[in-house]
């Protein structure tokens, strides 16, 4: 059997993922209740691997103690979101039926290096390249460097404390596809380059046509005001409005759900939107208008806040929550906005369904090419 683990530094999380199970190595009882949530088995580590300075080698190995029956572990970076299951698939090909010990991801980098200068050094000096001979980018290959998005190894090298050696061979990960969260300013690069080159399942990304936003707590911040005449006033932002504007301008239809009657705030704000107001069930209003559209849920989006639209988060193929949604709801969305509700959330989703859909056309300017990851061995 084979298997896999990453190490998630902030989580303090071990994933195993193996060819028939995945297996989620924890300390914290919410991330074991998410794990499972999401249909994975939890091994409890111990508090011996569960310090700051614990490495993944420790949490391997201790995982490995108790199933003997794996024969094969990768260690996957959770720090490079852009991997894609066909790296591993053919990763483990090479341990399996290749006959590598281990093998690790590496990238195609153009960069010339210098020596370092200490303090009281005198100059620096070439290393990969003469200056008097200096060759364009497109006429060098390059050289290949880690890029730590994964290393696989057989479970008698881990034994012996380490991830590689033996008879080892790297794997060329597309430089897209290589990207590592190091410190705080990765991030909104890692979040635009996910976008544009990460894993978003087996089936193709389609065009949206239809968001559905609930209205309490997404369009507006949630707050009735009420004045001595007991008449309701709730706030918006405009940049929503914006919003909604530029989604139908690209041929997107944007309905509006609400569980109470807010038809006379609808009316005052003149959104010339389709809404369904005092829903008690939304799923099935959802599911009415994704039937009559005649569209796929891959052409569904949503964009909710509360416990209510969890069910439809889980069934729009592109979901998203403001930043103050209650807990349930940002884990069941995939796309969590920074702005909060009611202050720029919907705009900031419309700008999130734009960057997927320059993916989709992207894809389909394409005609079919696969964009698969090149695989290069080497003993």
């Not at 060819?19 to 994975?40: C, L, N, P, R």
């Not at 949206?208 to 009735?224: A, F, H, P, Q, W």
Request: aromatic share 8%.
């Amino acid at each position: 059997m084979t298997k896999s683990t990453g190490r998630t530094p902030e989580l303090d999380t071990e994933l195993q993922v193996g060819s028939q199970d995945v297996w989620v190595s924890t300390d914290h009882d919410e991330i074991e209740k998410v794990a499972k949530q999401f249909g994975a088995q939890v091994h409890r580590r111990s508090p011996e691997v569960s310090q700051d300075s614990s490495t993944s080698l420790e949490a391997i190995r201790e995982f490995l103690n108790h199933h003997h029956e794996v024969d094969i572990v990768g260690n996957i970076q959770a720090t490079s979101p852009c991997l894609h299951p066909s790296d591993l698939i053919k990763v483990a090909d090479l341990i399996q039926k290749e006959g590598f010990d281990s093998v690790f991801s590496v990238v195609r980098r153009h960069q010339f290096r210098w020596s370092e200068v200490k303090k009281g050094g005198s100059m620096t000096e070439p290393q990969n390249l003469n200056p008097a001979k200096r060759y364009r980018r497109q006429d060098w290959p390059g050289e290949l460097y880690e890029n730590g998005s994964f290393y696989f190894a057989k479970r008698h090298l881990i034994e012996k404390g380490y991830l590689q050696g033996g008879k080892m061979a790297y794997y060329e990960m597309r430089a897209e596809h290589s990207v590592d969260i190091d410190i705080d300013i990765d991030w909104p690069i890692a979040e635009q380059r996910v976008l544009s080159f990460g894993y978003f399942g087996k089936e193709p990304l389609k065009e949206v046509k239809l968001l559905v936003c609930s209205i309490d707590g997404c369009l507006t911040n949630g707050r009735i005001y009420v004045t001595e005449d007991r008449k309701e006033m709730v706030s918006y932002d405009y940049r929503d409005l914006v919003g909604i504007d530029l989604l139908k301008k690209r041929g997107i239809q944007v309905r509006l759900i609400s569980e109470r009657d807010c038809s006379k705030t609808l009316s005052a704000m003149q959104l010339g939107c389709v809404a369904k107001v005092s829903a008690t069930n939304k799923l099935q209003v959802l599911e009415d208008w994704q039937k009559d559209m005649g569209l796929s849920w891959k052409e569904v989006a949503y964009l909710g806040n509360e416990e209510s639209d969890v069910e439809c988060l889980k069934k729009a193929g592109m979901s998203g929550v403001p930043a103050d949604a209650c807990t349930v709801a940002q884990k069941a969305a995939g796309y969590i906005c920074k702005s909060n509700g009611g202050c720029g959330a919907v705009r900031e989703f419309a700008e999130h369904i734009f960057l997927l859909l320059e993916k989709v056309i992207t894809n389909s300017c394409l005609k079919g090419e696969i964009l698969g990851p090149r695989q290069t061995s080497k003993v």
